[in-house]
């Protein structure tokens, strides 16, 4: 029976080019997309750029644009991304979106009226020289703990600065000393949500990666804090609470509310009602992020989710990855080591990254990228193993069609035991393994092929040449289908040589002749 799924992917910001380690945390949701359509279920998969906040109008005016223009401009560029690297949202927007905009005002409106969002006063960092108050990004100081100067959220050594460091800051547009003075905003009150998010967290945990637990419950057990959700900006969404026309939303509120706003956006142009969605307890939810975002999806999310007393789906499957280091070294703006999406896509196959990412992924620990594993990877898996399978199967000298013959009653099990546990591991968020699971079955196929001698039963036994090609086709055929998720385009020419459906999870079936022709080589090596 089909079920719906919506699958949250984090919301890009845009004040500069995505990396590697970007991939690595989204692609996670496009895997668990395809494989839940494949499944048969109903999926809502969605994302979009997060355009808002002081990062992009402080680039704005470094680069003399309007922050209009810097959000558009990675706007654009993310999409390109995306869709090189097959990405198949059913919607990737952006929060700059009038949609959204409006629809997160509705929800702010709804948590105010409920009493979860407050009004208080507190000190705050304010600048004399530009009269206004202070982010802290807008702030700079020397760092207590390795003395080079940083901004005032957190230095490339990690330490962060606390609230007596920020007094001694400067202002980062114009260096004046900063001082302090009150003022209002407008906090969500997390304090009395405690009690409602740690019961979330304990019937959910055992459905989140590890790092997920334990950054969360490390927050519980420190007590939640009320968190403002206004701030003194003029580039954002605008807060629908009289007294506040000259503020706007704190970006990480309405970015993450972005997962509803999308979704009712995707249902509404799709004559679908988002409430099957987000009203549904049996709905399957994912949130697929990286490390340094647990708290937003674990945390923040479902206590705005609580808040709006409306019945709302909180997510149930935290997938949540490790960092990626590019040889050896943590990516970082600094040491300017970062490798982009697109550097990457534009010249290399995007089937062979996706598996390399999928296959290798940080999802227990921090994971490594260098472009000779890389290499040595896409040479030895894709190449050497599951592409001269397929290859000296398919394209067997003088072998012009595939008979019908008997299937081997050991590789009908094996195929079948294979979807079993590439299933379960799915499940359980551990893609490696599934990964693993695939790549055994295509061990097996490449063992039986060598074992079985073809090149020597065309010569000596036509009728068992037949049936051994009619199995390598067998195995080939639902690995077309089970790598779907993680290489679509491979897989769609491989279905396409065979004349295959493989639009549906589960073993694929061949029962009638199939014709050979036009074949080519599904990798290239790379020297």
């Not at 007393?309 to 970062?338: A, F, Q, R, T």
């Amino acid at each position: 029976m089909s079920k719906n799924v919506v699958i949250g992917g984090a919301w890009p910001y845009a004040n500069s080019s995505l990396h590697l380690g970007h991939l690595v945390a989204l692609l996670p949701g496009d895997f668990l997309a395809r494989y839940h359509r494949k499944l048969g279920d109903n999926v809502i998969y969605v994302s979009g750029t997060d355009c808002h906040g002081t990062p992009i109008t402080i680039r704005a005016k470094k680069e003399k644009k309007s922050p209009q223009e810097i959000c558009e401009e990675y706007h654009k560029e993310f999409e390109e991304a995306f869709n090189k690297m097959n990405f198949s949202y059913s919607l990737y927007t952006k929060t700059e979106s009038e949609y959204h905009k409006e629809k997160a005002k509705e929800i702010f409106k709804k948590i105010y009226d409920n009493g979860y969002i407050v009004e208080k006063e507190d000190m705050q960092p304010y600048c004399p020289h530009c009269n206004k108050f202070l982010a802290d990004r807008e702030l700079i100081l020397t760092c207590p703990n390795c003395g080079n100067e940083t901004k005032g959220e957190e230095c490339d050594c990690g330490y962060n600065p606390t609230a007596e460091d920020l007094k001694k800051a400067r202002c980062q547009e114009c260096g004046t000393n900063v001082i302090e003075k009150p003022n209002k905003n407008l906090y969500l009150t997390l304090t009395k949500l405690q009690k409602e998010i740690e019961n979330y967290y304990n019937q959910n945990k055992d459905y989140w990666r590890k790092n997920s637990q334990n950054e969360t419950l490390k927050y519980l057990k420190q007590g939640l804090i009320d968190r403002a959700v206004t701030r003194d900006l003029e580039w954002g969404v605008d807060v629908p609470v009289d007294g506040y026309e000259n503020k706007k939303m704190y970006v990480w509120i309405e970015a993450v509310l972005g997962y509803i706003t999308a979704s009712m956006k995707y249902c509404e142009e799709n004559n679908l009602n988002w409430e099957d969605y987000w009203k549904n307890d049996n709905t399957i939810m994912y949130m697929v992020h990286g490390k340094d975002n647990i708290i937003f999806h674990s945390i923040i999310l479902p206590a705005l989710l609580i808040a709006m007393k409306d019945n709302m789906k909180l997510p149930d499957k935290i997938v949540s990855c490790e960092y990626l280091n590019i040889n050896d070294e943590k990516i970082s703006k600094s040491k300017g080591n970062g490798i982009t999406i697109l550097d990457l896509a534009n010249e290399y196959n995007i089937d062979s990254i996706r598996y390399f990412f999928l296959s290798n992924g940080p999802e227990k620990k921090d994971s490594n990228f260098s472009l000779e594993e890389f290499k040595q990877v896409h040479n030895s898996d894709l190449v050497n193993k599951f592409g001269n399978f397929v290859n000296r199967t398919l394209k067997f000298k003088g072998l012009e069609k595939i008979e019908v013959k008997e299937l081997d009653d050991k590789i009908r099990k094996i195929v079948l035991e294979t979807y079993e546990n590439v299933s379960k591991n799915i499940e359980k968020l551990e893609f490696r393994n599934a990964i693993e699971e695939i790549m055994k079955l295509v061990e097996f196929g490449n063992k039986y092929y060598d074992e079985t001698k073809p090149w020597v039963l065309y010569k000596e036994n036509l009728d068992e040449f037949n049936k051994v090609i009619y199995n390598c086709t067998y195995i080939i055929a639902n690995l077309a289908n089970l790598f779907e998720p993680v290489m679509p385009e491979a897989s769609k020419k491989v279905a396409k040589y065979i004349n295959k459906d493989i639009s549906k999870w589960g073993k694929v079936e061949i029962k009638e002749e199939i014709k050979l022709d036009n074949l080519e080589p599904l990798f290239e090596r790379i020297k």
